[in-house]
């Protein structure tokens, strides 16, 4: 691995996500029935991104699509290595789409009581910059990032495990009193964090720094 793919010390990564904690009594009606309240756009996600609507609920890998549909990465990934170029609606089209599948991901998680929109924000921000495939990129590293990332795909399966069950104790909490546990919260977050940054480097290939091993920021 490439000096260029490593971690600087104290500087942020590329990719940052956060959802706004709801410092409030959240809806207990909604969310008691979250996963049937959910269905409708589920199944317009599912329209839009195929299998990459699975994502946002909270798996621990993302479901890329080599064509069309859901995230592009072979597409990206050819365009780096033979012509050093990353097309702008690609990247705007993932971008989108994966803001898209957290919105649903953090509404599926507790974490917001604001129905998804397929549009707007709402608490979700995620972002990262618009690269310069030339002189940002490795033009060869994008083959095998996906390999690269394996060791985070091994943690990430145990922390999406422990995630799932910090949902399961924020439904109970939020039935009793309406709010989310700060501690939990952070978690979850943190989570659904760290596996962005892993789908931006491996399979969306917008940065060539190698994701750091954290919950935090």
């Not at 942020?12 to 309240?37: H, K, M």
């Not at 839009?48 to 994502?55: K, M, P």
């Amino acid at each position: 691995m490439e000096a260029g793919t490593q971690m600087t010390g104290g500087e942020a990564y590329p990719v940052q996500f956060s959802v706004e904690y709801p410092d409030r009594d959240l809806n207990r009606l909604t969310t008691a029935f979250r996963l049937i309240v959910a269905i409708p756009i589920l199944i317009v996600a599912a329209t839009v991104g195929g299998d990459e609507a699975g994502y946002g609920a909270g798996g621990h890998g993302a479901s890329i699509a080599l064509g069309t549909g859901g995230l592009l990465f072979l597409p990206p990934l050819l365009m780096i290595v033979f012509r050093q170029k990353y097309p702008r609606w690609w990247f705007d089209w993932n971008l989108e789409l994966l803001r898209f599948s957290n919105r649903i991901g953090v509404y599926l998680a507790l974490m917001n009581d604001r129905y998804p929109s397929t549009d707007e924000p709402q608490s979700v921000t995620l972002d990262f910059p618009y690269p310069d495939a030339k002189q940002g990129l490795n033009r060869w590293l994008p083959i095998v990032k996906w390999l690269l990332a394996i060791p985070h795909y091994i943690v990430l399966v145990f922390l999406w495990i422990a995630a799932v069950v910090a949902v399961v104790i924020a439904w109970f909490a939020i039935l009793f009193t309406g709010r989310y546990p700060r501690g939990l919260f952070d978690f979850v977050l943190g989570v659904q964090r760290w596996n962005n940054r892993v789908v931006a480097y491996a399979f969306l290939l917008v940065t060539d720094r190698y994701p750091p091993f954290r919950l935090s920021p």
